[in-house]
């Protein structure tokens, strides 16, 4: 069974930085997108970055330019940087990988596996 496991999360000051990581327990150069998403207490899961296969980041532009997503696939390891942090941004972080190559990755039902979450919080 495939796992995915994050780490890195906490508390942060505004305007601090953190690095995520999500390390996988086969290699992720099998997986065609891996992404992050988010959900802050209360509300619905949100997308945060993806990284296709060939290296094409996507994010939304709550985060572009403060967060930056990585994969080391010799590592099998996926990476957040998160920068800039704000209150708003106060969530529980989760990786995901996606098989099948089929769908957009930013859409949170194209992926197959997910990780358990790291919680990052951060204060004002």
């Known amino acids: 069974q495939v796992m995915l496991v994050e780490s890195g999360g906490g508390l942060v000051q505004a305007g601090g930085s953190l690095r995520l990581s999500c390390a996988a327990s086969?290699?992720?150069?099998?997986?065609?997108?891996m992404g992050w998403f988010r959900q802050a207490p209360g509300k619905e899961r949100e997308f945060v970055a993806a990284?296709?296969?060939?290296?094409?980041?996507y994010y939304p532009n709550s985060v572009k330019g403060r967060f930056i997503i990585s994969r080391d696939n010799a590592k099998s390891t996926l990476y957040l940087q998160v920068d800039s942090l704000k209150p708003e941004d106060t969530a529980a972080y989760y990786c995901?990988?996606?098989?099948?190559?089929?769908?957009?990755?930013?859409?949170?039902?194209?992926?197959?596996?997910w990780g358990q979450g790291t919680r990052v919080t951060v204060s004002s």
């Open positions: 995901a990988a996606e098989i099948h190559g089929m769908g957009s990755p930013i859409d949170s039902y194209v992926y197959d596996y």
């Open positions: 086969e290699r992720t150069s099998n997986y065609y997108d």
């Open positions: 990284i296709s296969r060939n290296g094409i980041e």
